[in-house]
Structure formats: structure tokens, C-alpha cells
């Protein structure tokens, strides 16, 4: 069995088990008056059918990936705001035909375009915010590419890839998660599938320093096995959809990404890292 339709059916059975979880999203919109930290939020696979007015458009993950920053944000005093990414998340094929495979990377490519969009939109508006991208499984592609056109802007603090189909073990990003302990362990499944096209080239330092990737050994996605036998690979979508399941407790990339936001009130008081940081799981 040829390691393509493995890596299909890992993605279709992921996404299925995110939109069986009842993940739907609408789009939540900024605020007119210029926050301190705006976060714009891309939800993945499926993620935004059904309720559209669930986790502020952007999905679980991110949406409470945002709840949990602006907690702390607002600890501080400063303002925060949200918006998603109006794209259709459009979820993965299961054994899907040519047109299928078309949908989902017109959805993936109409993603990037509204971020950057939006992001650009959002920074004329407000140009001494500071602005977090995040984006889970399918919208941590979306934040993905559009680091490159956006490693100059200064308004840009920081963000936050969960589960990234464009993961590269070589970016110099901040690496959370149990792939961090198994060197070039970390292998997005668009890196392997030209059906998946576009995947970007490696970061530059200067944006990777701003840029945490979470991903753990076994995700379907974010650590794919090209030589995996189990079409549906049930372990792995397991893995892919477990991030940020606690309700009740922070995530392990809430302290870095508020303390990328919490070096100065304007884009220009905030320095980047001085080097690329490893963390492993635990």
C-alpha cells in the first residue's frame, strides 16, 4: 500500500475526529478602538461547520489559546482583541476524488490569502499594536505561510503553530511538544505530498525566533509517518486531537507566546529572542 493514500487517510480520519467533536466557528471581529495585542486566529480542518458562532470563529484549540493569553494580558492592564480568519476550513477528503483534493487546497490557499488580507487591513488600522497569529492543523498552515511576507512587519510578536501540516524539523522556530526530544522528528505531511503544494521554504531566524511550533510524536499531520501501514492510523488522530484539552490548566505554549507580548506596549519595544529555544515535553 503506497505511503500517499496512507497519509490521505491519516488526514481525512484526523479531520473527521475534529469536526465529530463539534469544533464549528463563525467570525469574530475586532475591535474599533486599537488594542494592545490583537490575535488573529485560524481554525483548522472542519472546524468551522456547524455553529458558526462557536470559539470565536477560530476554533478549540486556538480560541482557547487566545482565552488563555488574554487572561494574562488583561492581568497586566492591557487591552486584547480577537479576530478569525475568514476562510472555509474546509475539512480533508476522506478518499476524495481530484476535486475533493482541489477544495481543500483552494481552502487552504484562500486562508493564507484572507490572513494577509486581514493582517494588513488590521495594522493600517492600528499601527502600533501588537499582532499574534495562531492557527491549528490546517490553520497553523494557513499562519505558516505568511511568515515570510510578514518576518518585516513590526507589528508582528509573535505566533503560534499547533499541529502544522508545513512543519520542517530544520525551522529555528521555539519547538514545544515531545517532537522537540527526537532530533528531525517533526515532519508536516505537505513536506512529503505534492497534492499539498506550496509548502513553504525554511524560516528565516528572524521570524522563526517569533514563532512557536507545537507538535507531539505520533500527530498525524505535524509527525507524519510516510512509512505508516494503518490507513486510519486511529493513534495518531488521537494524538493529532488532543491538543489543548484541559480546560482547567494553561497550555505549555501560553507562557512563551505572553511573553513575546509582554516586552514593550508598541511593535517597536518588542525584541525578538536572542536564539532559538527546544523545549521537550514534560
Given amino acids: 500500500m503506497s505511503h500517499r493514500r496512507t497519509g490521505f487517510a491519516?488526514?481525512?480520519?484526523?479531520?473527521?475526529?475534529?469536526?465529530?467533536?463539534?469544533?464549528?466557528?463563525?467570525?469574530?471581529?475586532?475591535?474599533?478602538?486599537?488594542?494592545?495585542?490583537?490575535?488573529?486566529?485560524?481554525?483548522?480542518?472542519g472546524e468551522r461547520a456547524g455553529d458558526m458562532s462557536a470559539d470565536g470563529g477560530?476554533?478549540?484549540?486556538?480560541?482557547?489559546?487566545?482565552?488563555?493569553?488574554?487572561?494574562?494580558?488583561?492581568?497586566?492592564?492591557?487591552?486584547?482583541?480577537?479576530?478569525?480568519?475568514?476562510?472555509?476550513?474546509?475539512?480533508?477528503?476522506?478518499?476524495?476524488?481530484?476535486?475533493?483534493?482541489?477544495?481543500?487546497?483552494?481552502?487552504?490557499?484562500?486562508?493564507?490569502?484572507?490572513?494577509?488580507?486581514?493582517?494588513?487591513?488590521?495594522?493600517?488600522?492600528?499601527?502600533?499594536?501588537?499582532?499574534?497569529?495562531?492557527?491549528?492543523?490546517?490553520?497553523?498552515?494557513?499562519?505558516?505561510?505568511n511568515l515570510h511576507a510578514l518576518d518585516a512587519s513590526p507589528n508582528?510578536?509573535?505566533?503560534?503553530?499547533?499541529?502544522?501540516?508545513d512543519r520542517r524539523p530544520e525551522d529555528p522556530t521555539i519547538n514545544l511538544g515531545s517532537v522537540a526530544s527526537v532530533p528531525g522528528a517533526g515532519m508536516g505531511v505537505a513536506q512529503d505530498w505534492p497534492i499539498l503544494a506550496k509548502a513553504p521554504a525554511p524560516l528565516p531566524v528572524s521570524v522563526g525566533m517569533r514563532t512557536i511550533s507545537v507538535?507531539?510524536?505520533g500527530d498525524a499531520v505535524c509527525d507524519y509517518d510516510p512509512d505508516a501501514e494503518d490507513e486510519m492510523n486511529p493513534a495518531a488522530v488521537a494524538v493529532h486531537t488532543?491538543?489543548?484539552?484541559?480546560?482547567?490548566?494553561?497550555?505549555?505554549?501560553?507562557?512563551?507566546?505572553?511573553?513575546?507580548?509582554?516586552?514593550?506596549?508598541?511593535?517597536e519595544a518588542t525584541p525578538a529572542p536572542s536564539a532559538p529555544v527546544f523545549v521537550a515535553a514534560g
Fill in 215 to 217: 507538535c507531539n510524536l
Fill in 58 to 145: 477560530m476554533g478549540r484549540v486556538v480560541y482557547k489559546s487566545y482565552r488563555d493569553l488574554a487572561q494574562l494580558v488583561q492581568q497586566d492592564g492591557r487591552t486584547i482583541t480577537a479576530e478569525a480568519v475568514a476562510y472555509p476550513a474546509t475539512a480533508v477528503p476522506e478518499d476524495g476524488g481530484i476535486l475533493d483534493w482541489a477544495a481543500f487546497m483552494g481552502s487552504v490557499d484562500a486562508g493564507a490569502t484572507a490572513l494577509g488580507q486581514q493582517y494588513q487591513a488590521f495594522v493600517a488600522q492600528c499601527p502600533t499594536s501588537q499582532v499574534v497569529l495562531a492557527g491549528y492543523s490546517q490553520g497553523a498552515m494557513v499562519v505558516h505561510r
Fill in 10 to 45: 491519516a488526514l481525512a480520519a484526523a479531520a473527521s475526529a475534529v469536526a465529530m467533536a463539534g469544533l464549528g466557528a463563525g467570525v469574530a471581529s475586532a475591535q474599533p478602538e486599537c488594542p494592545d495585542v490583537h490575535v488573529i486566529g485560524a481554525a483548522g480542518s
Fill in 242 to 267: 488532543s491538543y489543548a484539552r484541559n480546560a482547567a490548566a494553561m497550555d505549555s505554549w501560553t507562557m512563551p507566546l505572553y511573553q513575546m507580548v509582554s516586552t514593550g506596549d508598541s511593535p
Fill in 156 to 165: 508582528l510578536a509573535a505566533a503560534l503553530l499547533v499541529a502544522d501540516g
